[in-house]
Nanobody, 120 residues
């Protein structure tokens, strides 16, 4: 079982970026994105169920970030718009075999992380 995250990079403030996370080995019930900025704890970004229903977002990111899922490709996406320097972080995808909320402890499988750097 593996989660492979990709799509990070260096972008300017105001730009958009889409991260991808492909799961191999099995299908999970819930997928999530978390991020960890330099010197800070890892925080919840967004989550979505395998069916694509009930996406949830961190309050501070609503309206700028969109999580989606392609069940055929077993891939979860995080579209990030109007990026800000404060969005600079390592972004991790995570997955759970069961329904999971916003707490990272609910996710038993993690990808390796992809770095997003937003310059001002």
């Amino acid at each position: 079982v593996q989660l492979q995250a990709s799509g990070g990079g260096l972008v300017q403030a105001g730009s958009s970026l889409t991260l991808s996370c492909t799961a191999s080995g099995r299908t999970f019930r819930t997928y999530g994105w978390f991020r960890q900025a330099p010197g800070k704890d890892r925080e919840f970004v967004a989550r979505i169920s395998w069916s694509g229903s009930t996406p949830n977002y961190a309050d501070s990111l609503k309206g700028r970030f969109t999580i989606s899922i392609d069940n055929v490709e077993n891939t979860v996406y995080l579209q990030m718009n109007d990026l800000k320097p404060d969005d600079t972080a390592v972004y991790y995808c995570a997955a759970s075999l069961w329904g999971a909320g916003t707490a990272e402890g609910n996710y038993g499988y993690w990808g390796q992380g992809t770095l997003v750097t937003v310059s001002s």
